[in-house]
């Protein structure tokens, strides 16, 4: 069988979507194809220059794409607001889907978009690449060292300035920050497990409507192993330095990351770890689909993944509008 793709977007994610598509990746050990990119929809002129660099078909729009025939897999690589119909469609017209997170900005839709693959049989893939890079599988391989964690500090601060006038500073496009960061909130539940209660402050400095120049939140998340993490997200002309820096106390000793420099501090030792590079990963993710697809491997997080941690998101998000903790159900799986 060969697998038969669709991306959907044009932007950073899509062209190494395409790129993995189109690479090693659809080579078996038998030297068998095992996939192959049949079209872009996007920005027409993007969309055009992306297909043509890759030999495939650039579509004029995305709902042609998901309804084409010859597609049996759509990756949606889109503005996030338009993830959550995007998905719906190409799951309705039978296709296996994988989309950059988030599922949806919407927590509701996403939870109804895993109640139709299910009902499809289609596979619904979230791409969370933060667990496959260097720095978690560090910290994983590290955590045991500090005996049991007590507490976290995740800071990812990212300066640009001029802020762009573009869809990842707008609400109603990007979503709250920390949905449209997924990632941040995904490496702390997947580290420490179900999330007892949140609280969140957000910051925003405004520009020409409907963007915004500046966003900052403050949260913390208290999880049910006793863990308490506080995560600092912030992005536009108001961080004055670049930072990515994460840090976990625990009875025994201290991890410490920065960028891509680590630290395991103890009683009896203090000693670098090193971090691999963060390249490739999107076609470690690639592969894992297609492997899944086609053999039946398993991948290296399930849905309900990130569904559970977009769940955490939303409470944030409602912390940060009412100013008041939320807390979380662990046991919810289904809407409202």
């Not at 084409?68 to 897999?73: G, K, N, S, T």
């Not at 049910?224 to 002309?237: C, F, H, I």
């Given at each position: ?48 220059a ?100 007590l507490?976290?500090?995740?800071t ?23 949905v ?36 900052r ?10 863990v ?11 961080p ?54 086609l ?11 990130s569904l ?29």
């Amino acid at each position: 069988m060969i697998l038969r793709v669709g991306i959907v977007g044009t932007g950073y994610a899509a062209k190494k979507r395409a790129e993995a598509v189109v690479s090693g990746v659809p080579s078996s050990p038998s030297g068998a194809v095992r996939s192959h990119l049949v079209a872009i929809a996007g920005q027409p002129d993007r969309a055009k220059a992306l297909a043509q660099s890759h030999g495939a078909e650039a579509i004029d729009s995305w709902q042609r794409l998901v309804n084409d025939a010859r597609i049996d897999l759509v990756v949606v690589a889109t503005v996030n607001a338009d993830h959550g119909k995007v998905v719906q469609a190409a799951l309705a017209a039978n296709c296996h889907v994988v989309v950059e997170y988030p599922l949806a900005i919407d927590v509701g839709q996403a939870l109804s978009l895993a109640q139709l693959a299910t009902k499809r049989q289609r596979l619904l893939h979230v791409e969370h690449i933060e667990l496959l890079g260097g720095l978690h599988q560090a910290v994983q391989q590290h955590l045991s060292a500090i005996g049991k964690p007590l507490q976290a500090h995740y800071t990812t601060l990212a300066p640009t300035s001029p802020a762009p006038q573009k869809w990842s500073y707008r609400h109603d496009l990007n979503g709250f920050p920390l949905v449209s960061a997924l990632s941040r909130v995904s490496r702390l539940v997947d580290l420490f497990g179900t999330v007892d209660s949140v609280t969140c402050q957000s910051q925003f400095d405004p520009s020409t409507p409907p963007y915004y120049k500046a966003c900052r939140c403050d949260a913390k998340l208290q999880f049910t192993s006793g863990v308490s993490a506080k995560l600092v997200y912030g992005k536009g002309d108001r961080p004055w330095s670049r930072t990515r820096r994460l840090e976990i106390t625990g009875t025994q000793g201290q991890l410490t990351f920065d960028q891509d420099r680590g630290q395991l501090t103890t009683q009896q030792a203090n000693r670098p770890i090193s971090v691999m590079p963060r390249s490739g990963l999107f076609l470690k993710d690639t592969r894992q689909v297609i492997d899944h697809l086609l053999t039946g491997t398993p991948l290296y997080r399930p849905l309900d993944h990130s569904l559970y941690t977009l769940r955490v998101a939303d409470a944030l998000r409602q912390s940060s509008a009412t100013g008041q903790p939320q807390a979380l159900s662990p046991t919810q799986t289904t809407p409202p």
